[in-house]
């Protein structure tokens, strides 16, 4: 299959089957906005929930927070983001598009010796003159910086002291509410903090599906240590990441770890290591690792004039605690799950007698990340079925997301739930009504097993977990 075919497909499939819609449809839509439709909602509320319960639930050493979008602009200030958080715009002078320059950008290396040390390998830019969209050559204009951060007002007013921002990232909260989180978790370092949350970037040019948009959600981690120790525990974090890449079903093979070398680093950043993904649309950053070292908590001591620093209850030493931030992103994550775990069968899976020649789609989630866990398949439409069959699917609903289904033949409800990842099927037939047993089939296995109808939710509580 072709990258860009599959990127096509796995669109397709979103919207089709309701995990991804284009936001404002009716009304000619919004550029890169999406709403997630019923089985979407379902998919990125169990990728966040999951994490929560992987790196705060599980831990000892991590609690949670969720703070406002809008917060004091004095905020933006000390962190650098009203000064820093730019990005470079290009605009093609025949067909206006705006560039990110980036997006502009080639690299090639030049190797030379230095007599002093007789080695020296130099990375040297070239910039692209020619734009993306129509190819005109030479029509680029000059570079300009543009912030990224959506400004508003608070207030009926507007006026300069009014103006607010959607924050740009969670983690400020957690700096400006960390003296309030040691005060009342007593927690000490190294502990953290983790926030899931939006976060709200007025990109250049935003694109390729869900991956870059302008409305998105971050899952982070403020993980507050002594500087000396900083190197293991950064080690640390990138191996719970590499679990986690593990956990959500995300295709190892397709994963890269790059450090991120001098000056490309954010500003605060002493090190990082961005977590890419080789996608249909190139290989792209799809997490971050960054050791922030003690710059943001200095930086809100600095302009509040609060003391921020944290006393050691065993030896009494004050300190600004340095920080190691893994930085994810949900929508991202989305997307990587759904590319890793969309499968094609040629000529379809045999799964009943009936004669399967087309290809079928199989979108193997790992269970705790299906939308729906269970579906309940009457073999009949008539009431000697699904009455039982809807009896069950009720008892089932209050231990997991279920689906209901008795449209069309059972060959094509099994391809069904197969594409949006559904685990398992149970279907309800003549013999059930004799013999109170179901058949529970498996979507990966499709290995298909007869169940009673009184330990079907222990069962399937067992093969779920």
């Known amino acids: 299959m072709q990258k860009n075919d599959l990127m096509e497909k796995i669109i397709s499939l979103s919207k089709r089957r309701g995990f991804i819609f284009p936001g404002s449809e009716i009304y000619g839509g919004l550029a890169n906005s999406y709403d997630f439709g019923p089985l979407g909602v379902e998919l990125k509320n169990n990728i966040k929930k999951l994490w929560w319960k992987m790196f705060v639930q599980e831990r000892e050493d991590v609690v949670g927070l969720d703070a406002n979008i809008i917060m004091n602009s004095k905020v933006w200030e000390a962190s650098g983001h009203l000064e820093n958080f730019n990005d470079t715009l290009i605009e093609c002078k025949k067909c206006h598009t705006r560039h990110r320059r980036e997006d502009l950008m080639s690299f090639w290396t030049v190797k030379y010796k230095i007599a002093s040390t007789g080695r020296y390998e130099e990375i040297a830019e070239k910039f692209s003159k020619e734009c993306s969209v129509c190819g005109s050559k030479n029509q680029l204009s000059d570079q300009r910086q543009f912030n990224l951060m959506f400004k508003t007002n608070l207030g009926p007013l507007e006026a300069q002291e009014n103006i607010v921002y959607l924050r740009p990232e969670t983690a400020q909260a957690i700096f400006v509410d960390f003296k309030q989180i040691l005060e009342t978790t007593r927690m000490k370092i190294p502990f953290g903090v983790a926030q899931i949350g939006k976060a709200f970037r007025n990109e250049i040019t935003p694109g390729n599906f869900i991956f870059r948009t302008r409305e998105f959600e971050q899952m982070e981690i403020e993980y507050f240590i002594k500087e000396r120790g900083w190197k293991e525990q950064f080690e640390k974090w990138l191996s719970e990441m590499k679990k986690w890449i593990k956990a959500v079903g995300i295709d190892e093979k397709l994963v890269k770890y790059v450090n991120i070398s001098d000056g490309e680093r954010a500003h605060y950043s002493k090190r990082t290591v961005d977590v890419e993904f080789e996608s249909p649309?190139?290989?792209?950053?799809?997490?971050?690792?960054?050791?922030?070292?003690?710059?943001?908590?200095?930086?809100?001591?600095?302009?509040?004039?609060?003391?921020?620093?944290?006393?050691?209850?065993?030896?009494?030493?004050k300190f600004i605690p340095h920080v190691i931030e893994p930085s994810l992103g949900v929508e991202r994550t989305v997307l990587a799950v759904l590319l890793s775990c969309y499968e094609e069968i040629k000529g379809g899976r045999s799964t009943t007698t009936e004669s399967v020649k087309e290809e079928e789609v199989v979108l193997r989630l790992p269970k705790a990340l299906a939308p729906i866990k269970v579906a309940v398949l009457p073999l009949s439409r008539k009431e000697e079925l699904s009455k039982p069959a809807k009896e069950i699917y009720h008892d089932l609903q209050k231990k997991f997301m279920c689906q209901y289904d008795e449209t069309a033949s059972i060959g094509k409800r099994y391809r069904r739930q197969d594409e949006i990842g559904t685990p398992f099927c149970v279907t309800v037939d003549f013999e059930s009504v004799e013999d109170k047993k179901v058949t529970v089939r498996d979507r990966d296995s499709m290995k298909q097993e007869r169940v009673a109808i009184k330990e079907l939710a222990e069962y399937l509580q067992k093969q779920l977990e």
Not at 293 to 304: M, V
């Open 281 to 317: 649309f190139g290989q792209k950053e799809l997490y971050g690792l960054a050791y922030r070292t003690n710059f943001d908590l200095s930086a809100h001591q600095k302009l509040s004039g609060k003391d921020l620093e944290y006393r050691d209850p065993e030896t009494g030493e």
